[in-house]
């Protein structure tokens, strides 16, 4: 017990002991470059500063961006409205209050891991194979696994809120549905208006990652500009993309704090927390209101229609060899390959901020620079950075993993930041007033705090980190999602169901390690 805790790291370092990782990755380095893209990477990074303003170019760019803008949108709300009604039914608190019993709650949960286990661009690329190239088709994708997603959130929510005020409504003889509104709506809403706000800006990454693989909107123009080595014309689209996604998040960041504060005037106010809550829930009615119609006018002018779901393409016949030749494939191969994968973008990304931010601190500027590094790693989809590493790398893992870790270090490290800024000042300051350097009272002074809740979220990173892997595996040709791209071209249906099955038993495995591992770090903070 205690050569343990002799060897157990300080608070403060364990942030960074993820970026451990880069150890093996860059030692491998030397081994996977070629030399026949430098000039294309070079061309690239200039293009950056010199966009293209042709008129007819923008309006493209423009019009891509309106349909990713659209789908997003209506897959968003669609799967909230999923979320909600799956996430009420999936609560044990509701099913106990209303039967006595939580069995129902219980096993929906489990029917409903199966679709938030697959990533949104494997339903993409199935519905395609199956309906069609339709404007429907994206919004689904999107809807299924975040609705799924949505559910769980919120049925975690409301299993987690005090229930004094519910049992003291129904022993007052109130009815169940009546106490359960009263009781849970009003606690139960910050969390929704937050969550909701954070799948919205995912719900835009998404919408741009599946018109890069054929779906249409700004992606699909992305992709076009990059195979045809148009840089400037690809920077153009990325920054259109990165305003859209900046002004999101500065809207939705207001919104969260306008609305999910308990009340705004403080302890000298709270006869007025009734009228502040009240003013919110106006506020929201009013935006409710406002959005369904805007709904409408963006499924219009998308042509989304809902019955083209029902006109399936008829699938393909088995090969003769029927089962036999899914289960040759090389499936040890592929798994390791993917759990690879997962370790080494989860502690580039996680262990990553940290060090970067660790390694700028002494300047000003490095802060700056690193948040406009991390907004154009988030709104980057995975797929394209792939293709960009692979004009200098071999394909294989360690491309695959240096894009995904990229993608996630700009969602990590904007997190970090925040998290950062919101510890306060103080210690930072003391330990800079005593004579320590910039770096070290960053690390002891704020990283210490939010050493544990910060890696509490890289272990849930790291399962939606899993998920991605699919993406990049498309492009780089490692683990599952490169035996997916061949089974998907040679309409292999009975290698697409094993597939399927592995990809989300590795998910759901993972789901659990994760939640292990959030609980354990949270729970001895």
Do not use: K
Request: proline share 7%.
């Amino acid at each position: 017990m205690n050569a343990t805790r002799l060897i157990r790291p300080a608070a403060p370092l364990l942030v960074v002991l993820p970026a451990l990782v880069f150890l093996p990755v860059l030692l491998s380095l030397p081994g996977q470059i070629h030399g026949g893209g430098w000039d294309l990477i070079g061309q690239f990074a200039w293009a950056a500063l010199t966009p293209s303003l042709d008129p007819l170019v923008l309006q493209s760019l423009l019009n891509g961006l309106a349909v990713t803008i659209g789908m997003a949108l209506l897959g968003w709300a669609l799967s909230l409205v999923l979320g909600l009604g799956l996430g009420l039914v999936s609560s044990r608190l509701l099913w106990r209050t209303l039967t006595g019993t939580a069995l129902p709650a219980d096993l929906i949960r489990r029917l409903l891991a199966l679709p938030r286990s697959i990533h949104e661009l494997i339903w993409g690329l199935l519905l395609l194979q199956l309906i069609g190239q339709r404007p429907a088709v994206a919004v689904v994708a999107i809807a299924l696994p975040y609705g799924a997603l949505v559910a769980r959130v919120l049925s975690d929510l409301l299993d987690a809120l005090p229930t004094a005020n519910l049992a003291g409504l129904r022993a007052a003889g109130a009815p169940a549905p009546a106490a359960l509104l009263t009781a849970l709506g009003p606690p139960l809403l910050p969390g929704v208006v937050s969550y909701g706000g954070y799948r919205l800006e995912c719900a835009l990454r998404s919408a741009t990652l599946l018109g890069v693989f054929g779906l249409g909107g700004l992606g699909n123009e992305l992709l076009l500009t990059l195979q045809s080595l148009e840089f400037h014309e690809l920077w153009s689209g990325l920054w259109l993309l990165l305003a859209v996604m900046l002004s999101l998040e500065t809207v939705i960041g207001i919104l969260r704090r306008r609305w999910s504060m308990p009340g705004r005037f403080g302890l000298a106010g709270e006869r007025s927390g009734g009228g502040s809550v009240g003013r919110r829930g106006r506020e929201i009615l009013l935006t409710l209101t406002l959005l369904l119609p805007t709904l409408v006018v963006v499924a219009r002018a998308l042509a989304v229609d809902p019955s083209t779901l029902l006109h399936w393409q008829p699938l393909p016949p088995l090969a003769p060899q029927g089962w036999a030749t899914a289960l040759a494939l090389p499936w040890p191969r592929l798994v390791a390959d993917t759990l690879v994968l997962t370790l080494l973008a989860a502690g580039l990304a996680v262990g990553g901020a940290p060090l970067l931010l660790l390694l700028v601190a002494p300047w000003p500027w490095g802060r700056r620079l690193l948040q406009l590094l991390w907004a154009l790693g988030r709104l980057w989809p995975p797929p394209l950075t792939a293709l960009l590493l692979l004009f200098v790398l071999q394909p294989g893992v360690v491309a695959a993993a240096l894009a995904l870790g990229f993608h996630n270090l700009g969602i990590l490290g904007r997190l970090l930041l925040e998290g950062s800024e919101a510890a306060g000042p103080e210690v930072e300051q003391g330990l800079l007033c005593g004579g320590s350097g910039p770096r070290l009272a960053l690390l002891y002074g704020r990283f210490s705090g939010l050493a544990r809740s910060y890696l509490a979220y890289g272990a849930y990173r790291a399962d939606v980190i899993l998920r991605e892997t699919v993406v990049v595996g498309l492009v780089a040709g490692s683990g599952l999602g490169s035996q997916l791209r061949e089974s998907l071209s040679a309409f292999a249906w009975d290698q697409l169901a094993l597939l399927l099955a592995v990809y989300a038993l590795l998910t759901l495995v993972g789901e659990d390690l994760s939640d292990r591992g959030r609980q354990r770090l949270l729970g001895t903070a």
